[in-house]
């Protein structure tokens, strides 16, 4: 029973030490990484090296062809799957009832702005109404006059 209890906590010394080491972020390619790879003989080191570089750098050629790139569109859609047509046509709606300017203040505003010029201020011609010399009631008593029978 010793024999096990000494085992189990051998294992579970060795485990925290083990996912530390596996919560390292892996580092790119170096030389280092490729020495452990090469043979101990000391005839050929560098031939090796470059086979090993070689190799390396088609694979990763190979994983840049494989990789999908995704357009800028595809992304956002993926992330964003909600349509917001609707509530943006209504909240249009909403600032147009809301933002309308009566005439008479928009010709206000357009009046006192300081760089305007006076040749494209265009002044009201106040048209007064044509004053006749007959009444209504002439006209009335001229239409039973000329009625046709």
Request: net charge positive; hydrophobic share 30%; aromatic share 6%.
């Amino acid at each position: 029973m010793s024999i096990d209890l000494v085992s189990r906590s051998l294992d579970l010394d060795a485990e925290p030490t083990m996912a530390a080491k596996s919560g390292k972020k892996k580092k790119g390619y170096t030389t280092n990484d490729a020495m452990e790879l090469i043979k101990t003989n000391r005839q050929g080191v560098w031939k090796e090296l470059r086979k090993l570089q070689k190799t390396h750098k088609k694979d990763v050629m190979e994983k840049r062809k494989k990789k999908k790139f995704k357009s800028a569109i595809e992304l956002y859609k993926e992330q964003n799957d909600v349509d917001y047509t609707e509530a943006n046509v209504e909240a249009l709606q909403k600032i147009t009832e809301l933002g309308k300017v009566r005439d008479e203040v928009a010709e206000k505003i357009l009046y006192k702005q300081p760089n305007r010029l006076s040749r494209d201020i265009k002044e009201k011609e106040v048209e007064e109404e044509e004053s006749t010399v007959f009444t209504e009631e002439d006209f009335q008593k001229f239409a039973r006059e000329y009625r046709p029978k």
